[in-house]
């Protein structure tokens, strides 16, 4: 016997997608237009229908239980998707242009894509295009949000679901030391200006640091390349910068490995004719 669904409301579902982004029920409540207190009842009444605790006690508080993540990863599937529907429907119906909201790692907004955006923007002035600079992690949430249609971002050691990605280019990863440095013995390296911990490409520099026998001594971080590239001229330390971003004021040394950038979209939602194009353009780079 097939198990009848359990009658769930896309708004139960945007409730629990604001309080997980919200820093208090109160703000989650106003993001949603609705009382803490209606607010507190649809999520009771989505944790009785689904049949799983979401929540639970922290002082006065309530929040999220570990357990909770596979109820939220829905959540914020099913309101992204229907957001993209809405939002294709408004358009249609209005008969306004296209709107793409394209997210990019730095490298990729300023070394690789910027003839890119630079002609889409020349050949499509009809479309509303917006651009956030974020590190991966960052991108990867808005995408998944909803608040970004497509990003290039480093790709990750894993992909969470609801999302396609395709790669777009490999890039040489390499030593950077201020001019007159040597590169001989690899214990001799250092000490670096590095991604923050929450870096995607971070973990890998610091594992093939770790191979070659280079010590791990981190004097300084920086989510930006160009901040990274400053701090080695000041003389703070050497980084690992994409070949692309390094200096001619700056040794470059050997390649420690190659990271991919790729292209990444909700999966299953209605696309824009515009952000179509964009992607088109970005994989034809």
Known sequence: MVRALPDISLRQL?????????????????????????????????????????????????????????????????????????????RLQHARSGRVRLGLVDVAAVEHY???????????????????????ADLLDGLRSGALDLIVCVDPPVWPGGVDVEPLLDEPIVVV???????????????WVVFPDSSHTRFQIMSHLAELGAPADVAAESHQADVLRQMVELGLGWTVLPESAASDDLA????????????????????????????DALRSA
């Open 114 to 136: 910027p003839d890119v955006l630079r002609r889409y923007r020349r050949e499509r002035p009809d479309v509303d295009l917006t651009l956030s600079v974020a590190p991966s």
């Open 177 to 191: 030391a201020p001019m007159g440095a040597t590169f001989g013995d690899p214990v001799t390296w250092g000490p």
């Open 14 to 90: 945007e409730y629990l997608v604001a309080v997980a982004e919200a820093p208090t029920w109160s703000v989650a409540a106003d993001r949603v237009g609705v009382s803490p207190s209606a607010l507190s009842q649809g999520l009771s009444e989505l944790e009785r229908r689904i049949g799983v605790a979401l929540f639970e006690p922290d002082g006065r508080r309530r929040v999220l239980r570990p357990a909770a993540r596979p109820v939220l990863d829905h959540a914020r599937q099913v309101v992204s998707l229907t957001r993209d529907l809405v939002d294709w429907s408004d």
């Open 252 to 279: 470059t040394g050997p390649v420690l490995f190659h990271r991919r950038l790729v292209l990444a979209r909700r999966a299953g939602s209605v696309h824009d004719p515009a952000a179509d194009d964009l992607a």
